[in-house]
């Protein structure tokens, strides 16, 4: 009888174990993951603080253009890695050489990343809102951060199971923002005319069609 107690009460104390790791589960977060990036900073980069919005910026370059702010679209080259150095994704056709991976049919140049509406991830957009055009910034964009949902507060990003599984460096370098790539084509398309052609020759038509006469 005692043993066939003490095997029920044994078969009791895994049950409420098991409910006790399924709450533990059911309320995970991301500190853990905060907890093992501020040391890994601690390790790899000394001194870099994080922001409050939760980046790490490890470097950056000044652009001489205006700051991106609230454009809805922002032209730029990057490359994306994880922290262990792995790059995941690149627009340098350098480093696409060097890991075999370059094709001539590939374009290599500037990408068009729209930030308005939450088509961007949450951390990405922070990164490129308060960079000029111009201007260059390599920066640790937490797990916790890369998810298209929105919150008010960091804690808020902890509590968000939909980010990624791994932190990553991006290195981004921005060419140009627009609240329109309609007017942004238009815009350069006149750029290139006047650089290439005498004003008097170029007839313009509407939705930005341009046209030049060579003769009657």
Known sequence: ?????AYI???CALVVL???CARTVSSYNYADAKRYLEAWMSQ???GVTMRPDGLYILD???GSGEVVGNKDYVFLTY?????SGAIEKTTDPEIMKQLGTFEKASYYGNHVWKLSDNQQLAGVELALRDMKIGSTRQVVIPRWLLTNNRHDSLNDYLDDTKGASSDYIYELKVSDATDSLDRWQIDTIDRYIAANYEKSQIKKKSRG???IRLSE
């Open 1 to 5: 009888m005692k043993r066939s107690l």
């Open 9 to 11: 009460l044994s078969a």
């Open 18 to 20: 098991s409910a006790s």
């Open 44 to 46: 790899n980069h000394p």
């Open 60 to 62: 950056e370059t000044d």
């Open 79 to 83: 490359t994306i890695r994880s922290i």
């Open 209 to 211: 069609f341009r046209y």
